[in-house]
């Protein structure tokens, strides 16, 4: 059975992509959840994960003596170690597709990522809006996933026909447009609401609720928990 090591579900977008894969794949594994306290070389949470892989980071996954780290590097070997789950498309242009989606959203969007983290249990609406009006990138790189959303074969389908990689990838995005009400388009909002309602993300949410932590270096925009608490 697969390890999945992973970091805090109401912060860890990397963590969040390869739990639902699994998850919403049916495919067995043992979570074992590092809990965020720094980043720095002597911290716990370093100390613990550098048993595991030489970067230092979440997720790994561990299966018996392979060991595997990088979100997308996971998600395209359980793909290849479980062909029967379809976890890419068997469409040879939809595969090119998905595997092109996700491949942007692992190495781009940086303005996203840095002005807008993942936070399920706020609600920062108010910060969305005040970023909204000031960062013209920001602005740029949500119409791109937007257009991206919008490219999907079908109004009720996922990203490149039934679930697949990229959604697991862009499933953490719909995490941030929620939490910070960054506006897209009508069909976008209806793949949003496609993706939570998937139970593995109805669940992550769940968890990353009960989570009930404060890491200050995850929260660039609350100075407690309390503060814009999403209840």
């Not at 860890?12 to 794949?25: C, E, G």
């Not at 996933?145 to 499933?171: N, T």
Request: charged share 25%; with cysteine.
């Amino acid at each position: 059975m697969y390890t999945l090591f992973i970091g805090n579900k109401n912060y860890s977008t990397w963590s969040m992509r390869p739990w639902i894969l699994l998850k919403q794949a049916g495919i067995d594994f043992h979570e074992h959840l590092i809990q965020f306290d720094s980043f720095e070389p002597d911290s716990q949470f370093k100390t613990e994960i550098l048993k595991l892989n030489p970067t230092g980071k979440v997720p790994t996954l561990v299966d018996a003596d392979i060991t595997v780290w990088d979100s997308l590097a996971i998600c395209e070997y359980v793909a290849e170690q479980q062909p029967e789950k379809k976890l890419l498309p068997q469409d040879q242009k939809l595969r090119a597709r998905a595997r092109c989606i996700s491949a942007e959203m692992h190495s781009s969007f940086q303005n996203l990522r840095n002005l807008c983290p993942m936070n399920i249990e706020a609600d920062l609406t108010h910060i969305g809006e005040q970023l909204w009006a000031e960062h013209e990138q920001l602005r740029a790189e949500v119409a791109r996933i937007d257009q991206i959303w919008s490219e999907r074969p079908s109004e009720d389908s996922f990203l490149c026909g039934e679930f697949s990689i990229a959604d697991a990838f862009y499933a953490p995005v719909v995490m941030r447009f929620v939490c910070f009400k960054l506006p897209v388009s009508a069909s976008s909002q209806a793949y949003m609401q496609k993706i939570l309602a998937l139970p593995s993300v109805r669940q992550w949410i769940a968890d990353a609720k009960q989570e009930q932590m404060f890491v200050p270096f995850d929260e660039p925009y609350r100075q407690n928990r309390e503060m814009y608490l999403n209840k």
